[in-house]
């Protein structure tokens, strides 16, 4: 199994990234979806999920508005869409995968700073 995201990188306040989030080894389509995060020092936190068919989203109340997350299950990839990035949407950003089991990947950097 693996999950490995790209995407991350160093952005001003008010721009753009996408992740995404490319999966292997297991059925994607049978799995929820979802974008964690963690910030020094903080939890890991839950940004968006995404269910087996993609017609079911949540969001953390923090990234309402701003963050899209989509998945392609002919690609079995999952993607994030992050637009007005702020200074506290800097964190780890982890690929999940969750059915009976849960696999993360390893983690892409986003650092928002002017």
């Known amino acids: 199994v693996q999950l490995v995201e790209s995407g991350g990188g160093l952005v001003q306040p008010g721009e753009s990234l996408r992740l995404s989030c490319a999966a292997s080894?297991?059925?994607?389509?049978?799995?929820?979806m979802s974008w964690y995060r963690q910030a020094p020092g903080k939890e890991r936190e839950l940004v968006a999920a995404?269910?087996?068919?993609?017609?079911?989203?949540n969001y953390a109340d923090s990234v309402k508005g701003r963050f899209t997350i989509s998945r392609d299950n002919a690609k079995n990839t999952v993607y994030l869409q992050m637009n007005d990035l702020k200074p506290e949407d800097t964190a780890v950003y982890y690929c999940?995968?969750?059915?009976?089991?849960?696999?993360w990947g390893q983690g892409t950097q986003v650092t928002v700073s002017s």
């Open positions: 999940n995968a969750r059915n009976f089991v849960s696999y």
């Open positions: 080894g297991f059925t994607f389509s049978s799995y929820v």
């Open positions: 995404i269910r087996h068919a993609g017609g079911t989203t």
